[in-house]
Structure formats: structure tokens, C-alpha cells
């Protein structure tokens, strides 16, 4: 059986939409079906247009499918990328996973693989604290929460936080790369446990 990841991202100016496509790719190269997914700009049209950096990731990310509460039901493992706002994960996301909660109340969102990954504009710009939150959320949810930990060398070379693969902003080394292959290579290997 092949293990269905949700890979759900929101991106203002492209370094969470990039993770996102290693991430994928990760993915897919461990054997997963992957339905890569955005999540529903919530921020006027207006202020998008505005800035030239943020108007061209919409427009560069336009034909990539909106994440919906069928991806959700459908993936055995999520992965969520977002950046890292004030120490907690872009309202964006937030918002989608606020509509959550008939899928919660109905228990479809228990008993899933979920990691996650984030970005800020520097590294003490609260980005364990927004994986933190995030992971609360799992449990909440009764998910399953599969952190890459310190399970790989990759890990340390990339910062060495054990709860996700951070970067900053714009800056999307290859030891980060490496550290999201990882991690989701382990999401993906945890989903195929709980879900056989």
C-alpha cells in the first residue's frame, strides 16, 4: 500500500513553496503518492498587489491546487510549510486549520503522520515555537507526530532542530535540503506503520 502525504504549504515570497517542493519530491522518491497543496490566501488582494516579491509568488504558485477537507480525509500523512510570524505559524494556515473541525469531530483527522517545517527571517525568529503550536494542534487532532528529532546526521548539519527542518528566509541551504529529505522520508516510512 502506497502512503498518501499531503504536502500543504503557504508561501509569501517562496522559501516555504520551495521546502515544500523538496518536500514532494522527498515524497515521492520514498515511494508516496503526493498531492502537493496550497493554502487559501487569506490577506486583501489589495496588500498582495502591492508588493511586487509577494504579488509574483501568487501569481507563480496560481495553478497549484488549494488544499481542501477531501485532501485532508484522503492523506494518510500531512506535512505543513508555512513561515514562522510572531513565533506562530502564518495566519494563513491557521485559518485552514481552523475550518478543521467538523473533520475533527468526526475523527478523521486522528491516527495521521504529521511533521511540519518553517522559515523566518532569522534563526531566533520563534521558529521551534511555531512547530511547537503546530504539533499541539496534532494532538488535539489525535495525530501521530513524527519529528525528524536527532535521528539523522542531517539534522546537525542543517541547525540541528530536532522538532523540523528550519531555514531562514530566502535562504534554503543544502543541508537543509538534506534535513527535509530526511525528515520526510521518516513521515512517509511512519505513515506506511500506522496505517498498515
Do not use: C
Amino acid at each position: 500500500m502506497s502512503v498518501k502525504l499531503a504536502v500543504i504549504f503557504y508561501s509569501t515570497y517562496g522559501t516555504n513553496h520551495q521546502m515544500a517542493e523538496i518536500a514532494a519530491e522527498a515524497g515521492r522518491a520514498s515511494g508516496a503518492e503526493v498531492r502537493l497543496l496550497r493554502v487559501p490566501e487569506t490577506a486583501p488582494e489589495g496588500v498582495v498587489a502591492g508588493q511586487d516579491a509577494w504579488k509574483a509568488q501568487a501569481e507563480k504558485t496560481a495553478d497549484i491546487p488549494e488544499v481542501s477537507h477531501d485532501d485532508m480525509t484522503w492523506a494518510d500523512a500531512y506535512l505543513f510549510v508555512a513561515p514562522t510570524r510572531y513565533g506562530v505559524v502564518a495566519s494563513q494556515l491557521r485559518a485552514f486549520i481552523d475550518t478543521l473541525g467538523p473533520l475533527w469531530m468526526e475523527g478523521k483527522l486522528a491516527n495521521k503522520a504529521v511533521s511540519a517545517m518553517t522559515s523566518a527571517q532569522n534563526r531566533h525568529g520563534g521558529m521551534e515555537t511555531t512547530l511547537i503550536s503546530l504539533y499541539t494542534t496534532v494532538m488535539h487532532w489525535g495525530g501521530i507526530i513524527v519529528a525528524p528529532g536527532y535521528t539523522d546526521q542531517s539534522v546537525f548539519e542543517a541547525g540541528g532542530n530536532p522538532y523540523g527542518t528550519v531555514v531562514q528566509a530566502g535562504n534554503v541551504t543544502e543541508e537543509a535540503k538534506t534535513s527535509a529529505r530526511h525528515q520526510v522520508k521518516r513521515l512517509v516510512e511512519f505513515a506506511g506503520k500506522i496505517a498498515a
